[in-house]
């Protein structure tokens, strides 16, 4: 019974940033995150919830920002579908901003951010 409370104790205290896989520290010192749980298959494409921490305030003040992106597996590119900025880091605190942006697609460049995140996320 007591390792049980203490296995829940242990679960609760864990912060929400636990399931976040660090991708890359820019070189702005922005830490750009992917959300495993998050991945959606559909055919060849892949859908995933991305966040960018920033190591300082935004334009609109914000401290990160939340992007919703869809990879073409096959074609190597993507695009936006939606993206939320926040006051705080790791997607905490007020929401700044909230927009629905299906975008235009676009091809992945080698050695960027964009295709690390297509090779974790098109990974069998």
Known sequence: MRVMLMLLLLVAATPAAAGLV???????????????????????????????????????????????WEYDCVEAR?????????????????????????GDWVDVAPETVDALILKTVCAP
Request: charged content about 25%; aromatic content about 6%.
């Open 22 to 68: 660090k991708m890359v520290v820019t070189e702005n010192d922005d830490v750009v995150y992917i959300d495993p749980a998050t991945i959606r298959k559909f055919g060849n494409l892949r859908r995933v919830r991305v966040i960018q921490d920033l190591s300082k305030k935004g334009p609109g003040g914000e401290m990160s920002r939340r992007v919703f």
């Open 78 to 102: 993507y695009r936006g579908l939606a993206a939320t900025s926040y006051a705080g880091p790791l997607a905490s605190g007020q929401v700044l901003k909230s927009v629905e942006i299906p």
